[in-house]
Every structure is written in C-alpha cells, then in structure tokens.
C-alpha cells in the first residue's frame, strides 16, 4: 500500500525511514521539547529502556497488531509518531546508523551485527492515520484507560497523570477538556492533576524522580487522606486550580516532613512501609502527641498507639461523627433537587464525594 492509499483511521504501513519521534512528546519534559531526533532517541532509550524492544523487534519482526499512531508531518514525506515512540526509537535505532551511534549502546550493536532479520529503512511496518494532532492524542488518552476496548495496556497510575499534567500546563486544556478526551470523570481529572502536582513539588524537596515513578501509589494514597491532605493544605479535587502548585509555600515544613516519613531521605528511614499504614499516618498526624511522637525517634506503630489513647475513645468518636455526617447529608437531600445545577453545590458534592472515596480507601487499607 502507498503513503497515497493510507486511509485516516485505518491501518496502513509506512516506510521505517519515514518516522519521526515526536519532539512534542509529554515524555520529554520540557528542556528536551523541540530536540533534534538523535537526542530524543537517547532520552527515550536510557529513560524507558527501549533495548527489550529491540531485540524482540530483531528476532520477531514488527507484529501488525501494535500499529504506530501517527500524523502527517510538515515534510510530506515523513510521519509523527504520536503513540509509540519507545517502539519507534527502537526500530530507528536499529536501521539508523547516526541514531544508533548516539544511542551508545554495546548491546545494540550486538543485536543489529547478528540480527537474522533485515530490517531497514525501507521496511513498511504498521501505523493508524489521525488528520491532526488533537485527534491522535484524544485517542492515545483513550486507549491507555483501564475501560478501553482497544486491546492496549491501561497506563499506570504516573504516567497517565504525566499525561493530564501535560496537556493542562503545556497544552493549556480545561479539566472538562481533559475529562473528555480521554473518557473520564472530571473530578478523577483534577485528582490526578492536584496529586502530579504535589509529586513535582516533592522534585523540589530532595526526593528523586526514580522514588515517586516506582512507589507514586503511595503519593496518591497519602493524598487521597484528609488528614495528610489537612496537613498540607492541599485543596480538595473540586478546589484544584490549574497551574498552582496545591501545597502553599507556607506548609513547605509540613510537606517535608510528609515525604520524608513516607518516602525517607539520605538521613531518616521512611516511617510508612507500604499504603496501607497510610491510614495510620493520618491518625498519627491529627493527634497533637501522635504526631509530637512521629517528630521524634518514634516508629510509626509506636505513634500510632500514642495517638490512640488521646482523648476520648476512638471509636465513640468516629461513630458520632459519622452517624452527624450521614444525618446532614440526608437532610440535603431534601433540597437538592431544586439546585442541582448550582456551581457551589456542584464543587460541595465533589468534595464530599472525594471525603467518601477516601473513607472507603482508608477501610480497603486498614
């Protein structure tokens, strides 16, 4: 099939020696954004570990059922790869020879001098034809949700919210926008923002990028408690703001020493072990004694057992305020019909809805 016979929205093929990495890539960062495609290839390589892919390319061929998306680009000749750029650096660093040099890789050299396969520049492999960039991203935020009917692997939890981060701050796109283009809920989308948000403050704070990529359950768990959250300041999901950070400049100590006891720094082992003592955490941290304990040279259990005995019972305590709170809310009940459509009713109920989400997380991980 020709480059003239590809039909938008169905598989085609195109020539190896025709793909471009997108230097637009939300991967990238910012300072790698418009980078020549040597660079890109060498970030995409040392960063998400694009070797695997190549040998299975080398000793499998190209499977037609993993189609590249891509957009014509201002060259005629040449397509964008806007969705699968690790497939699409692996396959360019193994017929480009100039990639391949800059890609510095031993092992690659290896596979490419005893690769049985010819693959080369002129190799036709598979690829989906969008018109625009808008529409290819909308599909590539579709297809990596949990409900997608496409066959393709759900994102993790990081890089999704790379991806809704990315196109809120760089791209300039609303929550709703988001929410749409890539089939979820708009209150998840402002969820996931305010808790990327936080991740890229924690940068900030001595904690490494590697940390929160291989443990950023435990940065979405924390947030999804009220206490931790209480603790910092940070704004529910209906309070979320594009392009601020959510925790203030004046709760810097208070976001520290969170990070600090859940993720551990080169002096102090973290305090959390797994998500499951976040719940924990948040009692320990509402507890004036509790977190006083955690402060000092007390383990997380010790302080929590300190925060127990503070005050009244734990339990007649939780029972009041849940029976007050299920109580008011049948209440409104009654009215809330007539204001549905209300802006401030809207941003309480999905405050109240994240409260319940998080007591529901607190009980699956106590």
Known sequence: MSKEEIVVGEQGKVEVGSLLLDDQNWRLGKKLRGETQEKIAAHLWSAFDALPIAESLARNGYYVSEPLIVIKSEDKNKWVVIEGNRRASALLAITNSEIRDYV???????????????????????????????????????IHQPASRTGRLAWEPYPQAAWICSKIDDDGFEFEEVAELAGLKHADVRKKYRDFRVALQALDYGISKAQIENAYSLMTVAMSNTEIRNHIAAPSPALTKKGSNPVPENKKEELEEVLTWVFGNEKTDK????????????????????????????????????????????????????????????????????????????????????????????????
């Open 104 to 142: 510095d890789n031993e092992k690659l050299d290896e596979l490419v001098d005893k690769s049985e396969l010819k693959i080369d520049s002129n190799t036709e492999i598979p690829v989906v034809i969008y018109p625009a960039r808008a529409e290819a991203e909308a599909e590539v935020g579709r």
């Open 271 to 366: 305090k959390v072990q797994d998500s499951r003592e976040m719940s924990k955490l948040g009692r320990v941290i509402k507890s004036p004694k509790g977190i006083e304990a955690l402060r000092g040279d007390a383990s997380l259990e010790e302080a929590h057992d300190i925060a127990k005995d503070e005050g009244m019972d734990p339990k007649k305590r939780l029972l009041s305020r849940l029976n007050a709170s299920v109580n008011a809310m049948s209440s409104a009940t009654e009215d809330l019909s007539d204001f549905a459509e209300d802006k401030d009713v809207k941003t309480l109920i999905e405050t109240i809805t994240d409260l319940a989400d998080s007591l529901e997380n607190t009980v699956e991980n106590a």
